[in-house]
Structure formats: C-alpha cells, structure tokens
C-alpha cells in the first residue's frame, strides 16, 4: 500500500538558516509526488511537484525538492529561512496518474522559526 | 478570486444528528474532493468527484455520504454524526492532472 513518512514532527530553525525537511514513500509506480504548506487556520497550498523530469524542481518561496528514488525520498529545503515560513509542511504521493488530486498525505511537520 | 468556499466554518452537532457540509469552486475545475484532517494523521480522502455525476469512494468513506450537485457544487453529508467524526474537513478541487485548490477548511465537533 501507498504510504508517506515525515520523520520530524516538528523542526525549529534559526531565521536565516538553511531548512530541509525530510520526506519518505512507499510506491510501487512511479511516483507524483508534492509539499504543500498549511498557515494556521487556512487550507493547503502548494509548494512545489513532481512528476517527471528533472529530479531537483523549484516551488514557490524559494523551496525546492529533490526526488531521489533509490532513496525513495522527496526532501525539502531552502537555503534561508524567513519568520513567514513557519506553518505545517506536507509531503504527499498521488496515487492516480489519471488523477493527481488522490493523494496520499503525510503526517505533517510543524516548522517554528525563531528570531 | 473566491476559490474554494466552504460552508459552514464551525459546527458543533450532537451524537446522532446529521448535517451537511457545502463547499462550491468557481475555478471550472472538473475535479472535487473531501478530505478530513486529524491531529498526527495529516489529510485523508473521504470521497471525490472526478468530473460532474461521478462520485467515489477514498480512503475514509464510512460515515459520509456526498452529492455532486453540478460542476461547482460539491456537498458532504453526516448522516449519523459520531465523536469519532469530529475533525476539520477540507474541500478541494482540481484540473484532473494538477494541484488541489482548498477551501480554508470546517471545523466539526462532535459531543
């Protein structure tokens, strides 16, 4: 079965230091893969996706992921972190080629960011 | 730009009571679905709407029944509510192959 794992619950980083956040599925096919980031009180928006092509692609708010499928990850990073990037990050699989909306979610991770 | 909208924000139901939750999109997507988010689990599909008249299953259906009412109108219905229901629900929608719009979320407590 379809699975995602997001190993860190909650991850606090410095303003202005670097970010990954870590990201595991398990999938039989290839996999759709995205982040999506949730502010406190609102819906989901998207981050960034992948689905085929280059293994590193670039989101919104200077993140980017990488698909590594020998690892069978999808981390994310940014190289500076703002005090606005602090929300929940999702990970999620899609599990329809004919439907990317079916998705699998992870657990979610809490990024506080201090001052 | 609406989006998605979601109706009603908050809602408080007692055991056994039914309600209906709305969610409309004016985005001309064909696509629509309900997902549930508890603590801990992220988001779960309940159902969804791959285009207007057709309705599946997702991961969590039990308990839940939904109405594809036209191309922007996606409905969630609690038959029997139960305390193990209480959750925030997210509609959403989407082209068919592409991101997920939501809806800024309902808040379900379930006494």
């Known amino acids: 079965a379809q699975s995602v794992t997001q190993p860190d619950i909650h991850i606090t980083v410095s303003e202005g230091a670097s970010l990954e956040l870590r990201c595991n599925y398990s999938y039989g096919a290839t996999p759709y893969l995205f982040w999506y980031v949730q502010s406190p009180g609102q819906g989901l928006q998207l981050l960034l996706k992948y689905f085929s092509g280059d293994t590193l692609v670039q989101g919104i708010k200077g993140f980017e992921a990488e698909f590594k499928r020998s690892q069978s990850s999808f981390n994310l990073r940014k190289p500076s972190v703002h005090w606005s990037d602090a929300a929940e990050y999702f990970c999620?699989?899609?599990?329809?080629?004919?439907?990317?909306?079916?998705?699998?979610f992870g657990q979610g991770t809490t990024l506080q960011v201090k001052p | 730009n609406a989006g998605v909208t979601q109706t009603p924000k908050f809602q408080v139901l007692k055991t056994g009571q039914s309600m209906t939750l709305q969610c409309a999109q004016d985005m001309n997507h064909n696509s629509m679905y309900w997902y549930r988010q508890d603590p801990g689990m992220g988001l779960r599909l309940i159902y969804y709407s791959a285009s207007e008249g057709t309705t599946d299953k997702g991961e969590v259906p039990n308990g839940y029944n939904v109405s594809r009412l036209n191309k922007r109108e996606f409905s969630l219905r609690l038959e029997s509510a139960a305390p193990s229901q209480t959750s925030v629900y997210f509609c959403?929608?989407?082209?068919?192959?592409?991101?997920?719009?939501f809806g800024e979320g309902s808040r379900l407590t379930v006494l």
């Open positions: 959403a929608s989407s082209k068919v192959t592409g991101e997920l719009f």
């Open positions: 999620a699989v899609g599990t329809s080629s004919s439907n990317t909306g079916k998705l699998i």
